[in-house]
């Protein structure tokens, strides 16, 4: 665990940000590694079976992750503040409601998978694969949000690399299964997310294990967890909107696919290699802002405002060095990235179109981001939420449809970086406001307690 209130800061932010970019970035891999497999040896119907599959994914547990990043903002604000009995409390808590919600998601998406995918014009003969992967997929999505769970209590007293060695063990693991199901069992698609299941739990309880072996201010044991209304509420309040933004966002991926869905297997395929690559290409400056979020939260409860505004000007330089780069290397070397996925030309074709159009505007998402890590981390999570909403369905869709009428399937490219410069223009005026400095829990409790007298 690091306590982020004294030290260098640029220092900090980057030691507590590689652990969390590598393990995202493990994480992305097995999931390239699952489409690469899927792509080469089931064809590219089942790469765009699965790829239509993720968006459906993300938006079925958007909410209930947002919520969860809400309680490790609270966490990071109690560590900061020293109350460690708080800590535990909030772990007790969050462990509880997420665990839950992912048993009442597995259900619901378990009855409703075919009817989700004609509801956003998947082609009918890419349906039967993509609801038996998003069937197990979702069968097991509580072991993912247990995962997560561990994951965002760690992250919120410092620690960024107990949960990285997790990730890398769960990440072996799922490659080997992918290998095992698909060409050595024959399971097809339903192997791939098979593997994703099993890997997911394993990671799960081994992090448990792990957590209850070793000396730490919380013991998680599952059968005598604790339950706060009044922490769940603070977690509400500051996971909620969030919550409520990571949805919005993953419907807007649902729509998006819809609009790409309407451009045939070779252009769903070649956008579903290329998300993969995107995905992996945006995680430095994602995570980059979710370190900032814990520096930012304990340094909130502190009271060092000082460090937040360095730590800030620390994470837009690093992000935005390590993304020029990224652009660099995609812009070079798209289609060979892309063979890893398949051979056939013209889904290349469509995925290294998407690729250097998004890549060359991998700046403006980095600095939108980072600067909306750092308002989340201050208990401003209404704002980065209203800005995301704002940009996404107030302009990127809409313009993705307009695009694409007027110059076919890259008008939906040229969308993305249009929603991001207005995304970016929006949270850097509100950060310029200063405003989000009494968002926090104790300025809150302040200004409660002054009313109160």
Not at 422 to 438: C, D, P, Q
Request: with cysteine.
């Amino acid at each position: 665990m690091k306590d982020f209130t004294s030290g260098p800061v640029g220092r900090q932010i980057i030691l507590f940000s590689l652990p969390i970019i590598l393990g995202n970035f493990v994480m992305q891999l097995y999931q390239i590694v699952d489409s690469a497999v899927v792509g080469r040896y089931l064809g590219k119907e089942a790469l765009a079976a699965v790829g239509a599959s993720m968006p459906v994914i993300f938006a079925v547990v958007a909410l209930v992750i947002g919520v969860g990043s809400g309680a490790s903002v609270v966490i990071s604000q109690y560590f900061g503040a020293k109350q460690y009995d708080k800590v535990r409390l909030t772990s007790d808590t969050l462990h509880i409601f997420l665990v839950g919600a992912g048993v009442v998601i597995a259900l619901v998406g378990l009855c409703f998978s075919e009817e989700i995918f004609r509801l956003i014009a998947l082609p009918e003969s890419l349906i039967p694969l993509a609801s038996v992967y998003l069937r197990i997929y979702l069968g097991g999505v509580f072991l993912l949000f247990g995962f997560n769970t561990v994951a965002a209590i760690l992250r919120g007293v410092g620690d960024s690399k107990t949960p990285l060695y997790f990730l890398l063990m769960s990440a072996v693991l799922n490659v080997g299964l992918d290998l095992l199901f698909i060409l050595v069992f024959g399971w097809g698609v339903a192997g791939a997310a098979w593997a994703t299941v099993i890997a997911q739990g394993t990671a799960y309880f081994a992090a448990i294990w792990y957590i209850n072996a070793g000396k730490s201010i919380f013991h998680i044991d599952l059968l005598k967890l604790r339950f706060d209304r009044k922490i769940f509420r603070q977690c509400i309040n500051y996971g909620l909107p969030t919550g409520v933004q990571q949805s919005f966002v993953a419907f807007g991926m649902v729509a998006l696919m819809g609009i790409v869905n309407g451009w045939g297997t070779d252009v769903i395929a070649g956008y579903s290699a290329a998300i993969r690559v995107d995905n992996l290409a945006v995680i430095p400056s994602m995570n980059f802002a979710m370190a900032l979020t814990s520096f930012t939260g304990q340094n909130v409860g502190a009271g060092r405002m000082d460090r937040v505004h360095r730590g800030l000007k620390m994470t837009l330089l690093y992000s935005s060095l390590t993304c020029m780069a990224i652009t660099a290397v995609i812009v070079l070397f798209g289609p060979d990235i892309l063979r890893i996925f398949t051979t056939d030309p013209d889904v290349i074709r469509v995925g290294a179109e998407y690729l250097v159009i998004v890549s060359l505007f991998y700046l403006i998402f980095s600095a939108m981001f980072v600067i909306n890590g750092m308002l989340r981390g201050a208990g401003a999570v209404i704002f980065p939420m209203f800005s995301t909403l704002l940009s996404l369905w107030a302009v990127r869709i809409p313009a993705a449809m307009w695009l694409s009428r007027l110059i076919g399937e890259r008008g939906i490219w040229w969308s993305v970086p249009v929603g991001w410069s207005v995304g970016l223009t929006i949270a850097y005026g509100y950060y310029r406001s200063g405003k989000w400095e009494n968002h926090s829990i104790f300025a809150k409790n302040k200004k409660k307690q002054a009313s109160e007298s």
